[in-house]
């Protein structure tokens, strides 16, 4: 089993968590997700079956992450 953790300390850590809460609930292969607020941190916990699966789930967290965060700089 593998296991990653990824903190949003950026000041869009809320944005970020509310986007990608609906991500969490889908089912990915071999891989599972919680998305939460751990008071000002973003938190996104991953477990992969293996080493394929929690490279594709990293990559798709991290690209999601990229984006929100760039559509919030937009934004302001």
């Known amino acids: ?10 000041d869009d ?3 970020v968590v509310s986007a990608l ?3 969490a609930g889908r089912e990915l292969p071999r ?3 919680c998305v939460r607020m ?3 941190i973003g938190m996104i916990e991953l477990t ?4 394929s699966a ?15 965060e760039d559509i919030s700089r937009i934004t302001r």
């Open 1 to 10: 089993m593998f296991a990653a953790e990824i903190r949003i300390t950026s």
């Open 13 to 15: 850590a809320r944005s």
């Open 21 to 23: 809460g609906p991500e």
């Open 31 to 33: 891989t599972k997700a």
């Open 38 to 40: 751990e008071g000002e």
């Open 48 to 51: 992969a079956s293996d080493a």
């Open 54 to 68: 929690m490279r594709a789930a990293l990559n798709s967290y991290l690209e999601c992450i990229r984006i929100t």
